[in-house]
Every structure is written in C-alpha cells, then in structure tokens.
C-alpha cells in the first residue's frame, strides 16, 4: 500500500506552481541505464538477424536485459525491469513511458499528447484460417509505481496486415488511477491478418503536464506496464491464465537496515545487522493448486566458492495465489577479505516441466565495500523541496556508523533535468544526532553544483578532503541555495523507515515520502587519485564494459575515447594484482579468471585513462 501513496503523490504534483515549500517527488526526464545501454543494444542487434517467427509466440519479460528480446521485437524503445511495479504477474515487465529509446524524454513531447513508446514484434507466420482460433492475451497496468496516465492518455494494440502493408488499431485503453494488472486477449480472425509476416505492436500516447514552470520537475509520465503477451492457436476468450508458477517482486538485501554497507562495518555487529531469512515472493498464475520446492544459495563471488545453500521445501499454492515467504535463513556472511566482499544470492523455483524456466530464478548481489546505501541502485523518481520559501531549505539522510569511522565522500545521484535546469548551486553537510534529527553541523562545503555522475547508476562523488570522523548516528544531506527543485534520485522500492528527514520554517520535519533518496556516504581510508580503486575520470563515461556480469568474454565500447601510442589493457583483482595485460582490443578474453569482481584499466604509454569494474559470473 505504502507505494501506491507515491503514486497520487506524483500526480498532483502538476498542480504546484507557486505553492508554498515542500516535498516534492517528480518523474525521470532521463534513464540512466538505458542512456548508457543503448549502443550496446544497436551493436547486438546489428549482429542478430531474425527469422519469421512461429507461434507460439511468448514473453513474460523475465530475462536479465533491459532492452525487449531482440529474437521476439524489432524495436527498443520500452524498459525492460523489475522495479516499476509491486504487482507484476512474473519477474520482469515492459514499461511504457515518455522516454526514449535513449533514455532521454521525447522531443516531441507536449501538453496536448504525443506517441510515445513502441514494441513492435518480429515478424511472424499467421498463415492460418479463422478455424483455428488464434487469439492474442496479455496483462496491462495503468502506473504501477511510476505516474499514472489521465484519461486523455492511452495504451493502443495495433496489428499489421502484410499484403496491404498497413497497420490498424485494434484495442485501446484510456488512462486511470486503477493500479491493477488487467488481462486482455484479442481474436485474431480477419484474412488481411492470417497472413505470414504478421506483426503486432503496443503504443502509448502521453502527454507532460501543463502546470509545471520550473524545468528542472517536468518528469517522466503516463507509464503502462505490460507482462505476459501470449498469441497462440486453439485458444479462447477465456484463455488468460497460464499453467506457471513463477517468481515475481526482486530479491533484496539480506542485512536488516542496509542495501549496501562497508565490510568492516559489518563486521563489527554482524549478529545484530545479519537478517534471519529470505523474502521471496511467488505467484500461480494457473487455475489449479500447484507444488513447487525453494531452494537458495549464497555464493561468495570473491572466493569463487559456494557459501551456503538449503532447501525451504516443497509446498502447495492455491489457484491465482501470491505468497510472500518468509524463508529461514540460519547463516552470517563471512570470508577472509578484509576490506570488501561480494555475495550472490541466488532463489529458485522448482515447478512442474511444462512451466516457463526463465521466471523460476532470481539473483541478488550483496555488497560490501566503502559505503553505505539504502537505495538499489535504480532510480524511479526525483526528490526535492520546492515552492515559495524553499531557499536556505535543508534534506538529510540518516545513517549509522557501527565504528569510529571517517566519511571521505558523498555520492549523490541526481538526475537529468530538462535544460538541465538543476544544475544550481548547493551546500553539501554533514550533521550529528540530535535525539533522532539532525543536530550540529560537523561539515559544510558551499557552492557546490549539480553533477551527473558517470559511474555506476549515475552516482556523482563529492570528496570531503579533510574527512568528518563519524561515531554512531549521523546525517548527509544538502542546503539548498535557490528554490529550485534539485532533483534527487529517488528510489520508490526501498522504504526510509523514518530515516529522511527537511528542514523547513526553522524546524526538522520526518520525510512523508515513501522511498529513498539516492544518496550513500562513503567511509574508510582516504580516497587518493593514485588508486585504480576510487580514480574519478571525468570522461569515464565514454567507455563501458558489456556485458556485465561476463562470462567468457568482455567488450569494450570506447566512445569518444582518442587511442594513440602504446595502448593496453590491465585487468586486476580488487587488491590492485595484475591478472592480464594484453594489447588494447574491442575483445577480451576472460575465461581464465575465476568467479568474482574486477577492474580494467585502459593505459595509455603507461598512464591510465579511463576504467571500469566488472563481474565474471558463470
């Protein structure tokens, strides 16, 4: 329930112009994944050619890209994920928004509504007669987690007729507050369609909101959710259920408060932080009571060795039933590393043969390095204080530090903004505890600006040079200088749980927003420029590893990067040790290392210029 309230949260938010200073949460006017995803797709695509399809013809989105599956769809221009819904009917779902197929919003944007998003099919052989009743099914969601489409918004089916080379609509459905998956199936009976080289595609049509003056809070709007698309033969008008019992919301952190924390840190209450099960959450989506069996395991990835593994055994589960299980976990993360560690949690489903596979697995990485997150990593929102008398007005995260620790830096991740309209000036500070809301202040470094971040999820590292020794409850956060909407990451699937915290008219008030600020404060030694480790290229972004997690092989995407001289590639261990150096290639090949994490670093006549991290993973 509590995510559904960010929801409407989002929706009225085309109504404040000119209201007094508050909380603010805002759609995306940028996608950060697809943003630094999309040449990779246009270059596996351009490898892949497709054959006309046959049916059945089947996706419930459940694979590990955030592109459509180049073998079913033409087009890439929906989100493939996990985290803009909390009612998917399997692991995965195909978002329709007012973005891009390069992540950005589309030029053609306006109040009046604009086609959006596309997914096209592969061609297919519908060379059939009526007779044998084809039949298109799937499940839609006006919002999910994202801002819902008005009434004046819509979602579309549109088929294509080969022999006239024309599409035509077929279905439509027009924007509402109902958070519901909704299943729709279509007979397919007409000649001009019962044709080989038949295609079918999903449009949207959006429209930004009118209200909005300030640049920097025009977001992403009108999302729609579809899951389970199915167009089969010998079907009905009853046929929108699926023999599959299968695995539905992500898995998350196993530690008690944090998605991410240092490992010494954990260390020192690790009976305390440790969590005592796993919540998995499963889904029948047959008519039938079914029985499956969960199993999990941990493997630590550094150590390239399996940690742990049970079974929570073999259970019934009624017909169109959820489950959230609880599954008790009687183990500590614990390896020889000294300074950070990586878990791979891994929860299965054993179900019946005839059961779709790709939906029965889920895989989560712990971390343990030199921060503390309570975000995944994935934004899905922006955060600010806006309105009348927002100047001077202060947001803080609570964090608790086990140790006496110092904090070297704060990331933030903040998002693109439209003109780039957030890219103002800020505070950066640090507090103490005041009985549970920020106190003193401890650190404060002015006039800093707005900065998209090229790492990982678009986190920026704000280096404190001097350090702030931290012991026990502290705060990071910003003091803004203007009253423009900043434009924080926000992510709406990790709760705060009373953590957030603004200030405003001259006191501290609990955040009412229920997800988190994407905002993680670094600890430990202090961050050196000579260090593979925490070097901050400001052009890193030009280069990028995929895919990632490998397996046998790496690709380099070197963008912009100007090569010259003598140019190599260094991959190392976390500890800094050589493991391969070979001359600069788009190809490497990493089939001798063994499970785990590591860096690659371009050198250029022996200076490195640009790096990345990347798993190897079977």
Known sequence: M????????IFLNGCLVNTFAQEIITGLQSNYRIKHNTEKFKEIRGLTSADTLVLPFFDDFSGHSIFPDIKKWTDNYVFINNTYSDQQITAGIATFDALDNTGKMYDQASTSGFEADHLTSQ???????????IWLSFFYQAGGLGDPPEANDSLTLQFFAPLEQKWYSIWKVRGSLDQRFKPAIIRINEDRFLQNGFQFRFVNYASISPSLTDPSMVGNCDIWNVDYVLLDKNRNAADTTFPDVALTLPLRSLLKSYEAMPWKQFRQVYLQEMGSSILVHYRNNDTLTRNITRNFEIWDIYKNSQAYSFSAGATNIG????????????YTFNTSNNDSALFRIKASLKTDNFDPKDND??????????YFAFDDGTSEGGYGINGLGSRNAMVAYKFTSFMQDTVRAIQICFNDSYQHANQREFDLVVWDDNNGIPGNMLYTREDVI???GNGVNGFYTYTLPEGVVVNGVFYVGWKQRSESFLNAGYDVNTPNAGRQFYWLNGEWSQSQKPGSIMIRPVVGSPLTITSVHDTYYKKKNIMTIWPNPARDYINIEKGELQLSG???????DLNGHELIKVAYSDKVDISSLHD???FLVININGTPVGYDRFIKSR
């Open 2 to 9: 509590y995510k559904r309230i960010i929801l409407y949260g």
């Open 123 to 133: 061609p297919i052989n519908l060379n059939y007669s009526s007779s044998d009743n």
């Open 319 to 330: 017909p169109l039933t959820n489950v959230d299980y609880n599954a008790n976990l009687v």
């Open 361 to 370: 697995t889920l895989i989560y990485y712990q971390v343990f390095k030199n």
């Open 450 to 452: 707005v900065e998209l």
């Open 566 to 572: 003598s140019t190599d590639i260094i991959i190392t």
């Open 596 to 598: 785990g994490m590591y």
